[in-house]
């Protein structure tokens, strides 16, 4: 069987079964133009499984040459996969585009363009009026890269933020494409976006309480690159001999503090 050349993933709720069907048909409708280079993956539940959890067994799953998440709830423009190919036949390990951002609150900031980059810092505002943000996991990653660090499994708020700026820090991104296009549109809405509710965000604000250590091998044994997050904070962490780090696929594991070296402290926003 041919290797697809992407694999997109969507971590899902059951609840927003409607609100996908349309993110799903226009997904659809574009993957019929170049169906054996484009798989579509969902992992379906009833909020039982954080999206942590959710987003490295879509990895584990996931056959693409690069892999790219899309949230149940938002939309992808019409010509996402056209625009999103082009760049991936470029070969960089990293392909990054533009966002928009609709927020529905009546005392919202209203609609606001981002622009994707690996070394974007977030909300950092550009000349055109537009923000800057670091690529996360709606940008497409070569799937080597993206397996290399681990998503927390046990939290849904800021699950992307401890994946993706550890991954950055990390160095492992040699090359980017930047598409100057909008290619997502992410909806912000109080009562659909579930990993907003507040004892989401507490949960994930106790576990990465002044911050959490991020490491790589010392002395990797293998030229595959694996990069860990620690499973507790530095209050519970800091000195030890012995770590217990979450790997990548999400498993904890126990390290010795001399074959780690640490390259991050990720904090929870």
Not at 24 to 41: D, H, K, T, V
Not at 50 to 57: D, L, Y
Request: net charge neutral.
């Amino acid at each position: 069987m041919t290797q697809p050349l992407l694999s997109i993933l969507i971590p899902a709720l059951r609840s927003r079964r409607p609100a996908r069907g349309q993110l799903e048909s226009e997904l659809y409708r574009q993957i019929a133009q170049c169906p054996e280079q484009i798989e579509l993956l969902i992992d379906e539940d009833n909020g039982e499984a954080p999206s942590g959890t959710k987003r490295n067994r879509l990895h584990a799953r996931a056959r693409g040459h690069y892999l790219a998440f899309c949230d149940d709830d938002d939309q992808v423009a019409p010509d996402y996969l056209l625009h999103l190919r082009a760049g991936l036949l470029q070969g960089g390990d990293l392909v990054s585009f533009h966002l928009a951002r609709h927020d529905t609150r009546p005392d919202g900031p209203g609609d606001q363009v981002f622009e994707f980059g690996s070394g974007n810092v977030d909300h950092t505002r550009l000349p055109n009026g537009h923000r800057a943000m670091a690529s996360n996991p709606v940008c497409a990653w070569r799937a080597e890269i993206a397996r290399a660090m681990p998503f927390v499994p046990w939290i849904g708020y800021n699950d992307d933020c401890g994946w993706y700026k550890p991954l950055l820090a990390s160095g492992l991104v040699k090359s980017e494409v930047v598409i100057p296009e909008i290619l997502y549109h992410y909806t912000y809405d109080p009562a659909v976006t579930v990993n907003q509710q507040e004892a989401r965000r507490q949960k994930t604000r106790l576990w990465a309480a002044g911050g959490v250590e991020c490491f790589r091998d010392r002395h990797p044994l293998t030229p595959s690159p694996r990069l860990y997050i620690a499973a507790q904070n530095l209050r519970h962490t800091a000195g030890r001999e012995l770590v217990d780090v979450i790997a990548p696929g999400g498993v904890i594991i126990q390290r010795r503090r001399d074959t780690l070296e640490r390259f991050f402290i990720f904090e929870a926003r």
